[in-house]
């Protein structure tokens, strides 16, 4: 059997916490024999919830804490704050080595400044990047920066690259993944100040499969395996996917109901309808990671059902067992080295 | 009557010139009184497209032109380059005053280089700025900048706010326009160092409904009428706005063939799911207006067809006729004394 993996699951977290939380938690471990969660969070409502489950309970256990970071608190003060929160605790559980990684549908800034300042990034590693899956034709992409780091250089957007191509050759199973740059054009000479820095240094850069400019609307439809961007440009690519999704479904709907005839054929298409979007939820593909830190951080979304959760959960048990952060780690580093014998 | 308006058509510019252009042009001047079209290409290729058609021959002419500005040519070398070039006289006609606005569907960069370079900005226009519609759950928003500018300032940012809220207050009809920042979150204090620096800016800035930030997110939703932001950005948006409803679509039609009950269901949905569809599409609602310049430049896309063309056209009248640029002249000016009182 593989190694047993330890997350701490912030059961505090998020629109539906403790309920989902804890419910997604116990379905995790049922459905794995190499999975065992530490729930951090208000003992006596957590230990409710989990009573209303059968499982191993050599396999959860429940660390309490009295305090919970509230959605609409400041990151950096709620972090260096709440140090008897259910997130820092949690984080510190990681930091320490007694959890291999954290799943969080909590306040996504103090997420983010969390794992840079209690759990900490893996040597070399300049800036943390967090990296969701989001939806194509075909598959998937990873987006990378999506919000951690809105002010980028060059030199965080080649190790975004880097940890990216890595996450999705182990953890997503695809084979030399295209690495692409986020752009206003395909043209090499195309971009902002940003792209136009990085674009040779991920030409030069090795051990990743570099393929150029990718324009936003060739997103969707499968252009790349890795989408290298910063977290502000990253951030509007996300949110307008979840947007844009929502409101063409709406109008579909609306379309569909506006007369007879169509409202007897949406019935006929109701359920093939629903695959076919649900395929295209940016939720469906577990929650998105924080690369490059001491440790794993998953961050799923505020109205993360049980389902979602269990999903990040079995996410981190992929992650640690495929060594990314020792992948990460290495090719970090030999990079460094090759930078200092350049100079 | 009111004034005829001038509108000068690139014939050779585009996926469907001269063809769909010329036809375009032609289903312009048929449709309304006050506009004559000026087509600028090969006159020989031109007029022939002209002879399958009945109009009034004194309300369209051919200026002869050797040269075109291919799609895949460096924008700036092209305007410098090729003076004789269809983009090049058009817009040397607005320049001198002969004509009002120019049209064209042809190389993108060329027309925002060609509109600062060869057309010139209206007087204390810091950078024009490149403003299509968006389509929105209940209507339409204005993108400013979508690829103009790539790395802008604060103080250009501003001047979008105020030429975005003129435009559609006067040609889309917007009683005092809802301003909004494209941001990473709601929250004031969110944003990377260009929001930061420029939300101040539209929070005191006189003669707009400055609204604070807008995720990516609610754009779709309708959040505000006046989206501003650099033109990196801006494109982002553009273009994952036409790849998304593309795959989207796509997504549908194969959950739709799924079954053969799904089958007949979108027989019987499929023409309220076309008119649905096409009230989300962005080639919909006209070409993307160069705010900023002396006369006015429409870009329309390069696969533009005739009804896109006809469009453009008659945003153009409306431009002129509600007196646009003198609006945006005297806001900006009286914006610029402003700032020297200030001092």
């Known amino acids: 059997m593989a190694d047993i993996v330890r997350v701490v699951v912030d ?4 629109d ?103 759990v900490g990034r893996i040597r070399g590693v300049e800036r943390p990047a967090l990296a969701p899956l989001i939806p194509t034709e075909d598959g ?52 902002n100040a940003l792209v136009k820095e990085t674009y040779p240094l991920l030409q030069s850069c090795e051990g990743i499969h570099f393929i150029g400019s990718i324009e936003a609307r060739e997103i969707p439809h499968g252009g790349a395996d890795v989408i290298v961007c910063d977290g502000f440009a990253g951030n509007i690519v996300l949110k307008l996917y979840e947007g844009l999704a929502d409101t063409l479904l709406k109008k579909v709907k609306e379309g569909m109901m506006s007369s007879f005839r169509s409202k007897i054929g949406a019935l006929l298409i109701q359920n093939a309808l629903r695959q076919t979007l649900k395929s295209f939820d940016t939720s469906e593909y577990g929650g998105a990671p924080l690369l490059g830190c001491r440790g794993l951080l998953v961050k ?10 269990k999903n990040s959960i079995i996410q981190c048990v992929t992650f640690k067992q495929q060594g990314i952060n020792d992948k990460i780690s290495e090719h970090i580093s030999r990079r460094k080295k090759s930078d200092m014998t350049d100079a």
């Not at 059961?11 to 998020?14: L, Q």
């Not at 799923?300 to 959760?309: K, L, N």
Request: with cysteine; hydrophobic share 45%; net charge negative.
């Open 11 to 14: 059961a505090m977290g998020g």
């Open 16 to 118: 539906n916490a403790p309920g989902e939380i804890v419910k997604g938690a116990v379905e995790a471990v049922n459905s794995r024999d190499d999975i065992e969660v530490i729930l951090t969070g208000r003992k006596e409502s957590v230990d409710a919830e989990l009573a209303k489950y059968t499982y191993a309970p050599e396999r959860i256990r429940t660390v309490h804490c009295d305090e919970v970071i509230e959605t609409a608190e400041s990151p950096v003060h709620a972090i260096g704050g709440k140090k008897n929160s259910s997130m820092v605790v949690g984080m510190n559980l990681v930091k320490h080595g007694d959890a291999d990684a954290i799943v969080s549908a909590g306040n996504s800034g103090a997420i983010l400044v969390g794992g840079q300042m209690v």
């Open 140 to 191: 998937v992409a990873l987006l990378i920066d999506a919000g951690a780091n809105v002010d980028a250089r060059a030199s965080h957007l080649v190790q975004f690259a880097q940890m990216g191509s890595i996450y999705m050759k182990d953890v997503v199973g695809i084979q030399q993944p295209r690495v692409a740059i986020l752009n206003i054009g395909a043209e090499e000479e195309k971009g």
């Open 300 to 309: 799923t979304h505020g109205s993360a059902a049980a389902s979602d959760v």
